[in-house]
């Protein structure tokens, strides 16, 4: 049978007492020696330097409630006794030095005496079996005539402690299906980068960057990181959000960092959007759209909490934390000098980047179910997809053919088009196919466009795409969005020629689409995320 061993702080309270009242008082590390079912045979007495003669009494007494427990009194005497790395360093190191020998001895670590620190640290300590023990918590009796008290064991190992573990887990599991939209998503990096989005949402109150392309949800995301951080109470403020194309000139500072009344006969203070957020959450989109100037300005405000409004002579103060949203490739930008570097390199502590549809082709169908679901809402009423419906538009919305430019945005539009035409609530075949016509158009309209703008922001040329046969402006713009959503040359060759390498003995993907981005004065580093 295993022996008990106590690890216990001595309490420079609760364990106090002198002559002979001593005996009526619940002294918690004494009292754990008197229960009759519970019989400690080792106790290890944690003691600072202030509490020896403290130490000695306890010693003795518990010598006398049970003789048969061995006593022994350890130094443990951090310099600060409620500074975590301090306290957590040493109850290691008293760990490092002890021959645990969980074989034969049940280790008990009592958590109620000491300061909040050390229990934290011994919970955390015998968590991660650097302590191979149990917890154990005493209370004093309702009524002093039932000393000795109670007491309780808590085996971290044991399904008790899991089924909390399982709850933290479940509720983690919460945060990303709320991220997600309530979609559980079937792309393997879609899911990983959402939840390592809701491990930073709880944890940081950093500045987060999310790119991405148009459409891609980057608003709907700030904000429903907003509300997870709001109900874990990481932040307590309001949401405040900003599209930075939106700023004219000289109303970008006054919009920003506010304006005092009088300025320039300014009849009211302008409070600014910085102040509005304080303790809360800003969202900046399209960041690169603000001017040097006003980037440094908020690079400052981020990093001291503090700013100038317009006309101020004293600075006003707000903590918030920032999101930034962009579709631009913010590296690129520095690189060519109309972004800032230290702003840059301070947003990019957390990158997430968003993938468009086109990108998510498996998510596109539990997508349309919660567009039609909203679509319903609005139009109050119940809408349906038929069958034959339903498999037309999926093969259509997830054929490699249909480029979802407008991505998240383009679905949205279409699920209420054909919830408005919608016959007595029902989206028929016939429906299906008009809509997937009118896609095909307006797709047709814009991509030649889109793709010029592709290229010339490559290459650094307005005029590039004019001088480009129809067939190479499409194949190139297509070669240059792979690239810069690759993480590797090679990567986006495996992309490229996914068909043709199959039919190789040995395949140089890389080498094929470094020659070929040569052509037009190209490299793979300039294109890359």
């Not at 109900?231 to 403020?237: P, S």
């Not at 203070?269 to 303790?279: F, N, W």
């Amino acid at each position: 049978m295993k022996r008990h061993v106590l690890i216990s702080a001595i309490g420079t309270t609760l364990d106090v007492g002198k002559g002979p009242d001593r005996w009526s008082r619940w002294r918690p590390t004494v009292s754990l020696h008197q229960h009759e079912d519970l019989l400690i045979e080792r106790t290890i007495l944690l003691y600072g330097r202030r509490a020896t003669t403290l130490s000695k009494l306890l010693a003795d007494d518990i010598a006398l409630v049970s003789p048969e427990t061995e006593v022994e009194r350890v130094l443990f005497d951090p310099r600060d006794p409620w500074d975590f790395e301090e306290v957590y360093e040493a109850l290691s190191a008293f760990a490092r030095e002890r021959d645990f020998d969980p074989a034969a001895d049940d280790t008990l670590i009592h958590l109620t005496t000491g300061t909040h620190v050390f229990q934290i640290c011994a919970f955390l300590l015998a968590e991660s079996r650097h302590i191979p023990g149990k917890l154990i918590q005493s209370s004093p009796p309702a009524k002093k005539e039932a000393l000795p008290g109670n007491y309780s064991i808590i085996d971290l190992d044991l399904s008790r402690y899991d089924r909390l573990a399982q709850r933290f887990e479940s509720e983690r599991e919460e945060g990303t299906s709320f991220l997600r939209g309530g979609i559980e998503t079937r792309n393997a990096a879609y899911g990983a980068m959402i939840d390592r989005m809701e491990k930073v949402a709880v944890r940081s109150t950093a500045p987060l960057l999310l790119t991405g392309p148009t459409g891609a949800g980057k608003s709907v995301l700030a904000r429903r990181l907003y509300e997870l951080k709001r109900a874990r109470h990481v932040v307590e403020g309001e949401f405040v959000r900003l599209n930075c194309a939106t700023l004219r000139g000289e109303e970008t500072v006054p919009q920003l960092f506010g304006q005092k009344r009088g300025w320039h006969g300014a009849a009211s203070e302008r409070r600014g959007l910085l102040r509005a957020a304080d303790k809360g959450v800003l969202f900046l989109d399209e960041i690169e759209q603000l001017g040097p100037d006003d980037q440094a300005l908020l690079l400052d405000a981020v990093e001291t909490g503090r700013f100038y409004p317009l006309g101020a002579d004293r600075p006003s103060e707000s903590r918030f934390q920032l999101i930034a949203g962009t579709s631009e490739n913010l590296a690129r930008l520095v690189a060519d000098g109309s972004f800032r570097a230290d702003l840059y390199a301070r947003l990019n502590l957390w990158t997430f980047r968003l993938p468009g549809l086109a990108e998510r082709r498996e998510d596109i169908e539990a997508n349309l179910e919660l567009e039609l679901t909203k679509a319903t809402r609005e139009a109050g009423g119940k809408i349906a997809l038929a069958a034959d419906a339903r498999a037309a538009y999926l093969r259509f919305a997830t054929d490699p053919a249909a480029p979802w430019s407008g991505n998240f945005r383009d679905l949205a539009a279409s699920a209420s088009r054909m919830a408005t035409l919608a016959e007595r609530g029902r989206v028929t075949k016939g429906l299906v196919e008009e809509e997937c016509a009118l896609l095909r158009r307006q797709w047709a309209g814009t991509a030649r466009d889109e793709d010029a703008d592709v290229i010339a922001a490559a290459i650094g040329d307005p005029e590039a795409a004019s001088r480009l046969d129809r067939f190479d402006l499409v194949q190139l713009a297509d070669v240059i969005r792979v690239c810069q959503t690759s993480r590797t040359l090679s990567e986006a060759g495996r992309v490229l020629f996914a068909a043709s390498r199959k039919k190789k003995a040995s395949a140089n993907d890389a080498d094929r689409l470094k020659k070929y981005l040569a052509r037009f004065g190209l490299e793979f580093g300039e294109l890359s995320v």
